[in-house]
């Protein structure tokens, strides 16, 4: 007799869970973050210093708007509002050179330009958002070492940028549940890719879970 005819194995399909709780903020981690900046943002203009503007203001385009920490440090003024005077930011080349225009929310625009009147004043649409004291586009380090540097003194912990573009991603999915607006605005090439956000921190799964027994037929916690 003849060897037994193999049959052909199979590729598994593999379903990717979400985030781990390490690799985003929660709502209270959330609105500790926004507090903190702010206030270090007052504190700043106060004294008339501009590094807690410059550090509110990285932040909130990380965690309101989803940019890569690249994106950020190659922003020119002709990218933004103030240039353009439409509620979005164009990114001219993001992850693999591919451009796109994010949409912005109102109140990110009008943060804008308050900083663009404060801390670049007589900058022209070619100059970068956000400087060294060199007058060069700030580098991804020193852009890494300030969300790192922000996560610690506001008590949050562990603090990456890619976290805060987690955050972002994670809250704008749960608004509409439309997966192809969270990729456009990610600027992800594949729809594939944004699917894990759809898993994360859900109310809609946790809402799930909590009715899995009847309240009343539940023994009562002591």
Not at 3 to 13: C, L, T
Not at 20 to 44: F, G, T, V, W
Not at 122 to 147: H, N, W
Not at 188 to 199: L, M, R
Request: aromatic share 6%; net charge positive; hydrophobic share 30%.
């Amino acid at each position: 007799m003849g060897k037994a005819r193999k049959e052909p194995q199979r590729a598994i399909s593999r379903t990717r869970g979400g985030l781990s709780p390490d690799k985003y903020l929660s709502r209270p981690q959330q609105r500790k973050l926004l507090l903190y900046i702010k206030a270090q943002a007052d504190l700043s203009r106060a004294r008339g210093s501009k590094r807690g503007v410059i550090d509110e203001l990285i932040c909130r385009l990380l965690i309101e708007a989803g940019f890569r920490a690249n994106e950020v440090c190659n922003l020119r003024l002709r990218d933004l509002p103030v240039c353009h005077g439409k509620n979005s930011v164009w990114i001219e080349s993001g992850k693999g050179n591919v451009s796109r225009t994010v949409e912005i929310p109102q109140r990110l625009t009008r943060a804008i330009r308050r900083f663009c009147r404060l801390c670049r004043k007589g900058a022209g649409p070619e100059d970068p958002l956000f400087v060294s004291s060199k007058g060069r586009p700030i580098c991804y380090m020193t852009l890494y070492q300030k969300i790192r540097r922000i996560g610690e003194k506001s008590g949050i912990g562990k603090l990456h940028p890619h976290m805060l573009r987690h955050t972002y991603a994670t809250r704008l999915y749960a608004v509409e549940k439309d997966l192809l607006f969270v990729s456009d605005q990610l600027g992800h090439s594949n729809v594939s890719t944004t699917h894990i956000y759809a898993k994360t921190d859900s109310e809609s799964r946790r809402n799930q879970v909590e009715k899995i027994m009847d309240k009343s037929n539940s023994p009562r916690e002591r």
